[in-house]
């Protein structure tokens, strides 16, 4: 290490580097030595440790017991120049905290010569003291002394104004303190010996944000003068930004341009919203102009691709704000949107200008494209009360055509007061897309956002002309018939756009069209047939022909309607539109397009059966057409789970019909599931030897034993439980004979309950004649016969499980 200090100390004697790095240098190796001086005495203290412990024990236990068991030293947890700054840091806050309090508390207690005497004598020592510093190396020492000495100016000039001048307006005094100490701290800054403090710059460029903005608050001046002095206070840090290297002064120029010119954006925009004439809004507008000035210039020169690109975009909306805020002073109020339109995109020419850097270009269209956007999304609105206005209708089905194409769409909604000028920013944003953007990775998106805008306008114009009501649903009918046949194009996203668009206009001209019976029918024809033909070949398919089926089972009901036909009567003509669908999905086999059709089917059913629940037996009808529909699916072989379906549906198509004939008997509602239950698992064992008796024949006999079980319970007659003793006998019989588990189990259970009930009221009387001991007597008499036989018992018990475990 001593051979290293010497090396570095006769590079530095043969070489001379500036007074700075010479400095920094310095520093590294006294950091150096402190390092290497604390792993020595660490050092040390370890050797002593262990020397000690070898004079404690045997020379054997010494010799087992390796040197490096011995515990680390303590690690350092701060190093030296950490603790270094800390107490140099506190000293400084608490001498300046002094002095604070000295001027404020202990200035009273002496004359003026005193307090001048004093307050120089310590402001210039405290200001010279870095320099004798800074020769001695200690660096971080002088910074501290440094910044007390700052602090002491600025308290300097509060007891100033305090003693000698406490008539003068604070805020005029404040704006010419915050001059005067700018100047000083950067003359100070700048001075030779003192050049090498990294303190009283950035404090000086602080100190120079408050000068202007309070000069012009000391003078009263109006809120544009205010403004002004934040933005020209903005260009002078942007300016500092441009000339100043890298380091603590240009990020506090940064820090200010951004936050004092922040603030004088947000006042110059607010003045030019609130402005009440052409003056006011040309003031205004000039002091946008001039910090989109700033922030070009600062583009243009400053560093960073990023920051340029920011720049840049907030200088293009500046623009259009300031020549927009012009253009809306002496235009209507619902043109403002439009001014800024023109003016944004006028800025898209900029574009062009070669001579301008990539990053201002790229940062200019943004900014144009920014106000594009906005611009359409002003007239978002009118667009909905088109779209949705018209379903107001739905709860005024068939009140009579409306006298034009506005009154149509405006039911419950308001009128957008700016609708008359809204066409105007969809076609100039669609023309600006088709015709300024030339990139070929955007073109083709321009493209479809242009298409997406002129159908927009076309969309919203029959209600701004108020055409009639007949015209207006001719222009939706167009549209959505030229969005379908765009639909044939092969581009993907084309077929998207188009697809969506077709959807959107022909969901509108559904709604408008409710306000005419004749208008109903005929538009959810034309809908119906538009659809279905371009569902016959296209990619669209899948979403164009559930589009067809809803449009025909629209066209369904209200035809009914119109037929004055009761809502149940009706449900026949949608439920041919489910036959329909089930037909269409079997010749459409393994297309996209299949599973909508199905669901769009299976839905419509659903609608049809909701239809007619009113009215019993039209919903038997009902449900068994619609069994019959699933039955016909399930004969395709990849639905055959339907069939599950089916004989659900035509099981509640059965007990509808007997409800309907108010029919009590629970047999006449189970059998008709008992019987296709049986015959079902009949089949089943005749294919499969090996299933279960349980899975082929319980679910058939349960359905009728058990809720004829219940309701012989209940039954004071008896025919029931006879029918049912006799039936349960014959299910018993016919498991026993073929060995199957269910039918013995279940029949047996049954006759058993039904004999249970049949005796039981015999039994309670034979029970209620014989003596009290009676009952004890018998029952002794059982439990000595049962253990009499009971290994007998046991065998028959084994045996009985053996016949039933070898039952199916």
Known sequence: MPYEVTRTTLRYMTHLPPPAEELRLLDAELW????????????????VAALHRTQQPSPAQASAQPPHTAPAPPRAETAAP?????????????LTLAAAVFTLVSWGHMGIAGRALVLGAVTVATLAAPVALLKRGLRSTA????????????????????????GTDGTGYAAAATAVLAAAWTAYGLLPATSALRLPLPCALAAAQFPLLLGALAADAGPFVVTAALLVTAGLDAV?????????VRVTAVVGAYGVGGWGVAGAGWLSLTADGPVDASRAGALLLLAAAIAVGSARRGPGVGHALGLAITAGLLVVGALGGMARSGLPSQWAVPAHLVVGIALFAAVRVERLPEAMRRGLAWASGAVQALAVLWTLPVVAVVLLGPAGWLGRVWSGAPSDARAAVVVDAPWPPHAAVAPVVPVAVAAVLALAVRAQAWRSRARLGAVGLLWATALILPAILEIPYVAGMLVLGVLTAAALYACRITSSAAQVTALVLALVTAAGLTLVCLASQSATLVVMSVLTVLFGAVSWRSDVSPFTAPAALVSAAALASASGAAADWPASRTALPVLAVTAAAALLAARLGASRATVPVESVGAALGLFAVGLAVTDPPMLALVLALCGVIAAGTALRAERRPVGYAATALFVLAAWVRLAAWDVGTPEAYTLPVTVPALLVGALRRRRDPQASSWTAYGPGLAATLLPSLAAAWADPQWTRPLLLGGAALLVTLLGARHHLRAPLVLGGSVLTLVALHELAPYVVQVTGALPRWAPPALAGLLLLALGATYEQRIRDVRRMREVLGRMN
């Open 82 to 94: 950490s603790v270094q700054n800390v107490l140099l840091v506190l000293g400084g806050v608490l």
């Open 32 to 47: 150096q030595l402190d390092a290497r001086r604390s792993q020595l005495l660490a050092r040390r203290a370890w050797l």
């Open 143 to 166: 910074e501290a002394v440094a910044g007390l000495g700052l602090a002491l100016t600025v308290l300097d000039a509060y007891a100033l104004h305090a003693a000698a001048l406490p």
């Open 240 to 248: 500092a930004v441009v000339l100043l290297p890298a380091g603590a």
